[in-house]
Nanobody, 124 residues
Framework: QVQLVESGGGLVQPGGSLRLSCAAS????????LGWFRQAPGKEREFIAA????????NYADSVKGRFTISRDNAKNTVFLQMNSLKPEDTAVYLC?????????????????WGQGTQVTVSS
């Protein structure tokens, strides 16, 4: 069993930055691929970024390339999402997820465990 707890969300102005964290606990978490998704009201859950268990492979949605950066610290069982140049359309609940095969997959159905999410609101 893997438990995921996100933090770092909040209200930010357009053009601002936020850094999200997701603390993972459970057996062999360091061998899991970790991903970030987001979901806005009335919309489908959307892939944002993912990182393989080793951190060597990363994967980003086109909508966030060049603005968001995913990283992980296996010693602390934590994955981060640095979000820069935020736009109002980035407003959503951001969720992290864990893939037992250790991949940086963009497919939400590949993920075995999910956190509860943290709200990010981009507004002036």
């Amino acid at each position: 069993q893997v438990q995921l707890v996100e933090s770092g969300g909040g209200l930010v102005q357009p053009g601002g930055s936020l850094r999200l964290s997701c603390a993972a606990s459970g057996r062999t978490v360091s061998r899991y691929g970790l991903g970030w998704f987001r979901q806005a009201p009335g919309k489908e859950r959307e892939f944002i970024a993912a990182i393989s268990w080793s951190g060597v492979s990363t994967n980003y949605a086109d909508s966030v390339k060049g603005r968001f950066t995913i990283s992980r610290d296996n010693a602390k069982n934590t994955v981060f999402l640095q979000m820069n140049s935020l736009k109002p359309e980035d407003t959503a609940v951001y969720l992290c997820a864990a893939d037992k095969f250790g991949l940086a997959t963009s497919t939400k159905h590949d993920y075995d465990y999910w956190g509860q999410g943290t709200q990010v609101t981009v507004s002036s």
